[in-house]
């Protein structure tokens, strides 16, 4: 299959809804582990998108797939923000587009946007999707924490990535 032709494009309010949507899988949810303390609340989601919206330092794009003789689709997200001041990236994908390299694809093109360097990314430790999608853009293994992850109700293993350049 060829690979997918993606658009990213700064994020805006019409989007808060169909990423409250691309939350609702518990796959997702148990596969990211390092989520919103109740991801059905949807108050919670939009209070916490309209702070990132709010914040100059965090930088968002959506993820749109351009097929031909159709509308873009809007099939995720990637951010970068800073934390205890180390730049880290996110990013979240509709299921229903899984498996296609968006994730990689959209990764690699944010890095042409986000160039801060390092640039840091956490996945939970049995994550290899995400693992995969950071090592695939040159992102190599820095260290192992543990952290308490809200979908699984526990501390569990969590790889902290680098991007060195
Ligand atoms: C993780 C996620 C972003 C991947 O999105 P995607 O668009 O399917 O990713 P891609 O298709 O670009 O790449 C996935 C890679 O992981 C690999 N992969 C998938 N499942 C795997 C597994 N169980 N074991 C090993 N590798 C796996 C794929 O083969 C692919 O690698 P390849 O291109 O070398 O074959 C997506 O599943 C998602 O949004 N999950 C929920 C949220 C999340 O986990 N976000 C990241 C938080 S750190």
């Known amino acids: 299959m060829p690979a997918p032709s993606l658009n990213l494009r700064p994020v805006i309010e019409a989007d808060i ?5 691309h939350l609702q899988h518990p796959p997702a949810q148990q596969m990211a582990a390092f989520i919103p303390e109740n991801p059905a609340d949807r108050g919670a989601h939009e209070a916490h998108w309209a702070k990132l919206l709010a914040n100059q330092s965090v930088l968002n794009r959506s993820i ?3 097929e031909p003789d159709a509308d873009p689709v809007l099939v995720g997200h990637i951010c970068s923000f800073t934390m205890e001041g ?21 990764l690699a093109k944010f890095l042409g ?15 290899p999707a995400s693992i995969r999608v950071m090592e695939r853009c040159g992102f190599r293994l820095l260290r192992e924490e543990r952290g ?18």
């Open 64 to 66: 749109e797939l351009i």
């Open 17 to 21: 809804a169909p990423f409250f949507e």
């Open 113 to 127: 946007v986000e160039t801060t360097r390092p640039l840091f990314g956490r996945a939970a430790k049995d994550n």
């Open 148 to 165: 308490y992850a809200n979908a699984r109700a526990c501390k569990i293993d969590e790889v902290v990535m680098v991007l060195d350049r």
């Open 86 to 106: 180390d730049r880290e990236i996110t990013y979240w994908i509709d299921h229903h587009h899984w498996g296609r390299g968006i994730a990689t694809q959209a």
